[in-house]
């Protein structure tokens, strides 16, 4: 496959995820948030397996693979969907969607600490504008650490679990193909999701019933297209392409958040959201190391030609 195609792929990936975020915002506001969670995560994860059945790539798990999976499944699906149901349901889609994007840069401040990787000036003022930009985004109401609103800080930690996740995931990833992991960590995750909204919703079976056709429509796209059919292409594209290039495209996210909280939910963008992603955008170019990857290649294709 060309690199043509596998940019238009991720393109058409960033497009869903930065309106998946809408999707489940609209989601949180029908259903009670945990027990939906729980079901739509167990849709995609049952998505994923058809398809890995289907090619011949399903297998069981070695006990260290196990181990490795399990404790990024609590992070990555438990904490992570969690903490955004939750979120989405007391804060914007438009703040959740920017705040989200401050991921590339969570991982690579986390890499730091538990893989050993440089943090150089660039890199220290990366995470200085991508901290800057969130506080833009989370300070907007005026009333400073007191105007924080709950679901921006929820969503926070749905962004870090999730990055704290990807450090498990590289360690194991060398030997275990990413979608098979990402299969496990669907169903196995959501089980446990189920069993926390059985305690904190008693009633959360009752309110998946009696909604529109638009409504489970939502639903379904969410689970099977954002969730299951995301994350094994954006996995694929990874494989091609390489990290560096991927995590590019990760920047368009929140602009499609914002595109999409317009459009569908009649949200309105101010200043500060606008001067927060930007800031949040310069950070994760810098922060992540994209800024140093790309320059270093520019350069040697220049001496190249030379």
Same mark, same amino acid.
């Given at each position: ?78 904490a992570?969907?969690? =903490? ?5 349901s ?13 991921g ?10 538990f ?29 400073? =650490? ?25 360690k ?31 009633g ?14 939502? =639903? ?24 560096t ?10 602009? =499609? ?33 994209v ?16």
């Amino acid at each position: 496959m060309k690199k043509q195609q596998i940019y238009i792929i991720l393109f058409c990936i960033m497009v869903v995820w930065g309106f998946n975020v809408i999707a489940t915002k609209v989601l949180v506001e029908n259903f009670m948030p945990v027990t939906m969670t729980a079901i739509r995560v167990f849709t995609a994860g049952v998505s994923v397996f058809i398809i890995l059945f289907l090619i011949k790539k399903v297998r069981l798990l070695t006990r260290r693979e196990f181990g490795y999976v399990f404790f990024a499944m609590l992070l990555n699906v438990v904490a992570h969907h969690y =903490f955004l149901s939750i979120g989405l349901s007391q804060t914007s889609a438009s703040n959740g969607g920017l705040i989200l994007g401050m991921g590339p840069l969570l991982t690579a401040l986390l890499s730091v600490f538990f893989l050993g990787s440089v943090m150089n000036f660039v890199r220290i003022l990366g995470v200085l504008f991508g901290f800057a930009g969130v506080a833009f985004i989370v300070f907007q109401s005026g009333g400073g =650490f007191h105007g924080v609103s709950h679901g921006d800080f929820y969503v926070f930690l749905a962004i870090l679990a999730q990055a704290s996740s990807f450090v498990l995931i590289k360690k194991v990833s060398k030997t275990l193909d990413p979608r098979l992991m990402t299969g496990y960590m669907l169903v196995m995750g959501s089980i446990i999701l189920f069993g926390i909204s059985q305690i904190l919703e008693p009633g959360g079976m009752a309110s998946m019933v009696h909604h529109s056709v638009g409504i489970w429509a939502v =639903f379904f796209a969410s689970a099977v297209i954002a969730t299951a059919m995301g994350h094994m292409l954006y996995n694929f594209a990874l494989g091609k392409v390489g990290t560096t290039e991927a995590a590019i495209f990760l920047n368009l996210n929140p602009f =499609f958040s914002l595109i999409g909280a317009v459009l569908f939910l009649g949200e309105k963008i101010v200043l500060t959201q606008v001067v927060g992603f930007i800031l949040i955008l310069i950070g994760v170019l810098f922060g992540s190391g994209v800024y140093e990857d790309v320059s270093r290649k520019f350069k040697r294709d220049n001496q190249i030609q030379i």
